[in-house]
């Protein structure tokens, strides 16, 4: 059974940090180029950050997390990261991670995965 559980949400300060997890099962995690993407209360997902197989390099950013969060993927633990930094109320959303086998739609992308998780809440709030 395939499964993507992310987790790590929580109720931040602004200004605070957090780490969000990812593990995957039941598919060939290291295979699969990884996106976070975002749903803020009554809007649409938002694409967030990405980061290809093999996780060499940097990942690729939104402009308004660009400095704030990083991307990593630990391939011998199924696990992919996003760090989140200098957090703002307007990061208030509930954050999924997507596993996509195609190069072509991963970039960038809401849509197109093969694989998606539950999503974890994350509130940005003093």
């Known amino acids: 059974q395939v499964q993507l559980v992310e987790s790590g949400g929580g109720l931040v300060q602004p200004g605070g940090s957090l780490r969000l997890s990812c593990e995957g099962s039941?598919?060939?995690?290291?295979?699969?180029?990884m996106n976070w993407v975002r749903q803020a209360p009554g809007k649409g997902l938002e694409w967030v950050s990405g980061i290809t197989t093999g996780g060499g390099g940097s990942g690729i950013y939104a402009d308004f997390v660009k400095g704030r969060f990083f991307i990593s993927r630990d391939d011998a633990k199924n696990t992919l990261y996003l760090q989140m930094n200098s957090l703002e109320p307007d990061d208030t959303a509930v954050y999924y991670c997507?596993?996509?086998?195609?190069?072509?739609?991963?970039?960038?992308?809401?849509?197109?995965?093969?694989?998606r998780g539950q999503g974890t809440q994350v509130t940005v709030s003093s």
């Open positions: 039941g598919f060939t995690f290291k295979n699969y180029h």
């Open positions: 997507a596993a996509h086998s195609s190069a072509f739609s991963y970039y960038r992308s809401v849509t197109g995965y093969d694989y």
